[in-house]
């Protein structure tokens, strides 16, 4: 992982602590909270206890100097974060990473989170549209539905945050939408969609697909 593409941008993800308080770089949080994730944390424990079993690795690179922060103060630099400046950073860094191959596909689902369902207030799951790159093997972009909206109002948000040049994009029955379809094929995309959704949202290209 580079960390010089990293912290280009994720540099002006704005930090909600005051500054008199901080102790811990929020970049070097940022940086081991992804590493941790990637590699497969669950919690903000497993991220401690990954960062403890790297630690000499981290600060070979020059993060946590003087060492790391317990899990909750991870929690708590994590949670207050803007979500939305955030997913914007996480994109430009994959973008910036990953190599897009002409004719790769982008298979693009909704699922539920796991474990997102509240027993306590019974609050409504989190349910994700992913967009996953199959040859880097690595989700390119994520949007949240609405809770009183669906896959369909969801896919669009999602396209837009990728470039889809020269891609095959791949959407379950839930997205055989003209709309959608149309904005597959004017952002340079190919659809993998039934050829009637497709005519209807393209009849002077149709014969390309």
């Given at each position: 992982?580079?960390?010089?593409?990293?912290?280009?941008?994720?540099?002006?993800?704005?930090?909600?602590?005051?500054?008199?308080?901080?102790?811990?770089?929020?970049?070097d949080?940022?940086?081991?909270?992804?590493?941790?994730?990637?590699?497969?944390?669950?919690g903000w424990?497993?991220?401690?206890?990954?960062?403890?079993?790297?630690?000499?690795?981290?600060q070979?690179?020059?993060?946590?100097?003087?060492?790391?922060?317990?899990?909750?103060?991870?929690?708590?630099?994590?949670?207050?974060l803007?979500?939305?400046?955030?997913?914007?950073?996480f994109?430009?860094?994959?973008?910036?990473?990953?190599?897009?191959?002409?004719?790769?596909?982008?298979?693009i689902?909704?699922?539920?989170?796991?474990?997102?369902?509240?027993?306590?207030?019974?609050?409504?799951?989190?349910?994700?549209?992913?967009?996953?790159?199959?040859?880097?093997?690595?989700?390119?972009?994520?949007v949240?539905?609405?809770?009183?909206?669906?896959?369909?109002?969801?896919?669009?948000?999602?396209?837009?945050?990728l470039?889809?040049?020269?891609?095959?994009?791949?959407?379950?029955a839930?997205?055989?939408?003209?709309?959608?379809?149309?904005?597959?094929?004017e952002?340079?995309?190919?659809?993998?969609?039934?050829?009637?959704?497709?005519?209807?949202?393209?009849?002077?290209?149709?014969?390309?697909?």
């Amino acid at each position: 992982m580079s960390i010089n593409a990293f912290s280009e941008h994720f540099a002006d993800l704005q930090d909600p602590r005051q500054t008199a308080k901080v102790a811990y770089s929020l970049f070097d949080i940022l940086f081991l909270t992804v590493c941790a994730v990637i590699g497969g944390a669950e919690g903000w424990q497993d991220i401690e206890d990954f960062g403890e079993a790297h630690l000499p690795w981290f600060q070979k690179r020059g993060v946590f100097p003087a060492g790391l922060p317990v899990d909750d103060t991870i929690a708590r630099v994590i949670s207050r974060l803007d979500p939305e400046q955030f997913q914007c950073s996480f994109i430009n860094w994959m973008r910036a990473v990953n190599s897009l191959s002409q004719g790769a596909v982008i298979a693009i689902d909704g699922k539920v989170l796991r474990r997102s369902y509240n027993r306590e207030d019974r609050a409504v799951t989190l349910h994700m549209v992913s967009a996953f790159g199959s040859a880097n093997s690595m989700v390119l972009g994520q949007v949240k539905t609405d809770a009183k909206s669906n896959e369909i109002t969801a896919i669009p948000a999602l396209l837009a945050l990728l470039d889809i040049r020269g891609c095959l994009v791949s959407i379950d029955a839930m997205g055989c939408q003209t709309a959608i379809a149309t904005h597959i094929v004017e952002k340079g995309g190919i659809t993998c969609l039934p050829s009637k959704v497709i005519r209807r949202a393209c009849p002077r290209r149709c014969a390309r697909h």
